[in-house]
């Protein structure tokens, strides 16, 4: 019997690490299926690390996928030779999707469009959309002709709401099954040095070089204000990508702060502990989160906690964002400031900081709020199922 053949394609990193988790759970249930995939943006390092084979070039563009918030970028991305890469993606896509029974697509449009244009069955995760933004879909023309084609097999949405919606207008494969990041929130048990007596705050500063950078600068000086204006003790954890670890001697002296071994420490003396790849214990432990960041602010309302953004200067984590950001998770985010944040939008954020600690029945309210808008751990293994399951191999 031939080994069942799967073409994963995604347009972002979230994108990416969604998919990922799919592939993890049908490896698990069915270890001879043959992978691969095409990650139209980015350098698919989530593909890399699972050794999936990547079928087409892979490039880092100045726009790192958003494209949507910054419409500017795009000429960025075309300097930067978008369309040739796009045009030697698709004609690899065509030459060897021959080779496999289906596609499994995580993203918006784009990558739908190109499912359908291979002439195979395929599955599409519509991460990109969400009804919460608007209230309601709006679909466009190509959207739907795409998503009700025959060769669709399903149509998973990121929410409840939105596969409510879809479903009301006429796209009856719309379900959901809970969303595949909140299945990368494994815990490493490590020691984050935290007194239990003490409330511990989380800092997400995004993964994107130097954006990320920025940001926590940014951050740190948030920080700043949170310990000189609380009256209780608070701790500090960053959730840092690699290369950003890289980069905390340069941003210590540009804030007249030191770093110590992945410590950082303030001017008053305030250590705030820095570590890579430990994302899901520090947003597991937090009991509030700073955050300027994509995917991870979204892991941290699914997982109850609440989070307090500030705009800053992009690509990616503007106001604009942040706004749209702010609709598609709820009351879960508070966003202080309209623009990148100043003097006056850090001090009004410390000030939400600590009144937020203070709000029992908030703090509540982000458990229900959290699970409403990001649904329970599982849907990666609901799709692998899915993807297994269906008679149109």
Known sequence: MKNKTILFL??????????????????????????????????????????????????????????????????KDITSGLIGLLCKQLQIIKKEV???????????????????????????????????????????????????????????TRDQFTAKDLQKQEIKKAQFVGTPMMDNLTLTK?????????????????????????????????????????LQKIQFRVAAVHRLMVELDELAISLGWQHESGTLISKTGLNVMCYCDRFADILNAADLVLGMAGTANEQAVGQGKPVITIPGNGPAFTYR???????????????????????????????????????????????????ERMGKPGGSLKMAQFILETSKF
């Open 98 to 156: 021959k080779h496999y029974d289906i596609l499994m697509v995580t993203g918006d449009i784009v990558v739908a469009a190109i499912a359908y244009l291979t002439q195979k069955p395929y599955i599409i995760f519509l991460s990109a959309y969400s009804s919460y933004y608007e209230g309601k879909l709006n679909l466009g023309l190509i959207l739907p002709y795409l998503l009700n084609h025959k060769r669709c097999l399903a149509v998973f």
């Open 190 to 230: 490590v020691n984050l040095n935290l007194d239990s007596a003490s409330r511990m705050i989380a800092i997400l500063p995004g993964s994107r070089l130097p954006e990320a950078k920025h940001n926590l600068k940014l951050l740190l000086k948030l920080v700043e204000l949170i310990d000189n204006k609380s």
């Open 10 to 75: 995604s347009n972002g990193h979230g994108e990416d690490t969604c998919n990922g988790e799919i592939i993890k759970q049908l490896l698990s249930l069915d270890s001879t299926v043959k992978i691969a995939a095409v990650p139209i943006v980015g350098e698919g390092q989530v593909y890399r690390r699972l050794g999936v084979p990547i079928l087409t070039p892979t490039r880092t563009l100045p726009s790192g996928g958003f494209l949507y918030m910054n419409p500017f970028v795009f000429l």
């Open 321 to 371: 964002f942040a706004e749209a950001q702010l609709r598609l998770l709820g009351s879960s985010i508070q966003l202080i400031g309209t623009k990148p944040a100043d003097d006056t939008i850090l001090d009004k954020a410390a000030e939400t900081v600590i009144q937020t600690l203070q709000n029992s029945d908030y703090l509540k309210s982000c458990l229900t709020n959290g699970e």
